[in-house]
């Protein structure tokens, strides 16, 4: 069974920052691209980061230049370096995972879920 377990979140100040990590049962975790998606009360799941297996990386608009993506092969897991983190970042955070890397996907295209970890910023 695969599983994928985040962590890392917390409450955070305006400007603060956050690491999340992405801890996955995949096997082999080299050939599946990784993303980040997160969801604020009421609204729908949304997409932020993906790293492809060959080490592309994508992210949403309103993250460029504050958040970043990585991977570690060795250690099953993936990362989202979370920087000037803003109010309006608060949200579940979900780590996803697929076979196949895009520059954006949809929620509903992820083959493998984690439970999420929340991310709350105050200002």
């Known amino acids: 069974q695969v599983q994928l377990v985040e962590s890392g979140g917390g409450l955070v100040q305006a400007g603060g920052s956050l690491t999340l990590s992405c801890s996955a049962s995949?096997?082999?975790?080299?050939?599946?691209?990784m993303a980040w998606f997160r969801q604020a009360p009421g609204k729908e799941r949304e997409f932020v980061a993906i790293?492809?297996?060959?080490?592309?990386?994508s992210y949403t608009d309103s993250v460029k230049g504050r958040f970043t993506i990585s991977r570690d092969n060795a250690k099953n897991t993936v990362y989202l370096q979370m920087n000037s983190l803003q109010p309006e970042d608060t949200a579940v955070y979900y780590c996803?995972?697929?076979?196949?890397?895009?520059?954006?996907?949809?929620?509903?295209?992820?083959?493998?879920w984690g439970q999420g970890t929340q991310v709350t910023v105050s200002s």
């Open positions: 995949l096997r082999p975790f080299r050939i599946y691209a």
């Open positions: 996803g995972a697929d076979r196949y890397y895009s520059t954006y996907r949809e929620a509903g295209s992820i083959l493998y």
């Open positions: 790293i492809g297996s060959e080490g592309d990386i």
